[in-house]
């Protein structure tokens, strides 16, 4: 899947910060966890509407 239909800004939402999939979780959402030191597999187990890809997205979105 292409990161631009994974990483989607919608402006009535999450105040049209960056989102996954139409989700109301945001890409500094995830920034936080992995800041927080949560790996990838605590993330997933967390949120398993979430996937490897989606955090990959949410990582090069900021490079």
Known sequence: ???RKIITI???KRGG???IRRMRITV???WGW???GMSH???L???PELTEEDIRAC???GG
Do not use: H, N
């Open 59 to 61: 990582l090069k979105f």
């Open 45 to 47: 187990d967390d949120f």
């Open 17 to 19: 910060k960056p989102c």
């Open 1 to 3: 899947m292409s990161d």
């Open 10 to 12: 919608e402006p009535g």
């Open 28 to 30: 500094y959402d995830v």
């Open 34 to 36: 992995l800041a927080a």
């Open 41 to 43: 597999a605590e993330i």
